[in-house]
């Protein structure tokens, strides 16, 4: 059962086909997971009882994904970094040199592809460094920290004083990288490719869409799951 007053994340958290269908329905769950079900819906123009239909219809085995809160850190650390930051990194490339095709293609008649083009840019140039923290900085620190709880050995040693630290800057990024990711799909009319648009034109809008949902699934992992698992690890280890 679901209502107005729980929290978005708790949604998707708590049920895993969940995710799918709040993004069929454009309602922030990796962002704006703290904001309560009942505004999310109002502000996407849904009717709760619409996404609970939506959710009974989905609720079947053969749609629900992994149950990520099973998963031990070090599990879901890998998991992250194998299917997400893989995927990232690899579609960076290909919508780099797409976009460059399709604005040289269309930009003179289509000028809201240079601002896409700009914006991409822009989150791609944030995306790398940010992968990279957590690749090389903190998701090997929590991984420590789950060993150090296993081993019952003392919290290890944070040059950046708390786990809290570096998990409120990943969340400052990933709140930029949805509010550029909702002004794409702005410029882009959710994706729409114009009567003129040409085969690459599709695939771009194709690809830039599966790159937006991947991403979404991304941060709400980090966001919703690993970053509040690793600060309570912390809180334990150091009480």
Do not use: W
Not at 45 to 72: A, H, I, W
Not at 211 to 225: A, G, K, M, V, Y
Request: with cysteine.
């Amino acid at each position: 059962m679901i209502s107005s007053t729980m929290k978005v994340r708790e949604v998707a958290i708590n049920l895993p086909q969940a995710t799918r269908v709040l993004e069929k329905l454009k309602i922030d769950y990796c962002c704006g997971g703290e904001r309560e079900l009942g505004e999310a819906c109002a502000t996407a123009g849904v009717q709760l009882e619409t996404l609970e239909q939506m959710l009974e219809e989905t609720d079947t085995v053969k749609n629900v994904p992994p149950d990520f809160q099973r998963l031990s850190l070090a599990e879901l650390i890998t998991h992250i970094l194998d299917k997400h930051h893989v995927f990232t990194k690899n579609e960076m490339v290909r919508l780099e040199a797409l976009t460059t095709k399709v604005v040289s293609a269309h930009g003179e008649n289509h000028s809201e592809l240079l601002a896409v083009k700009s914006l991409l840019r822009q989150l791609f140039d944030d995306l790398t460094p940010h992968m990279f923290k957590e690749e090389q900085i903190l998701f090997p620190f929590v991984a420590e920290l789950e060993q150090s709880v296993l081993q019952s050995r003392p919290a290890p040693f944070a040059p950046f004083g708390t786990v809290n630290n570096p998990i409120r800057m990943m969340m400052m990024e990933h709140d930029t990288a949805g509010e550029i990711l909702r002004e794409i799909r702005k410029l882009t009319s959710d994706y729409a490719v114009p009567a003129d648009g040409c085969l690459s034109y599709q695939t771009l809008y194709s690809v830039l869409q599966a790159f937006e949902q991947d991403l979404h699934q991304h941060i709400h992992l980090e966001n919703n799951i690993l970053f509040p698992k690793a600060i309570a690890l912390e809180e334990r280890l150091r009480s």
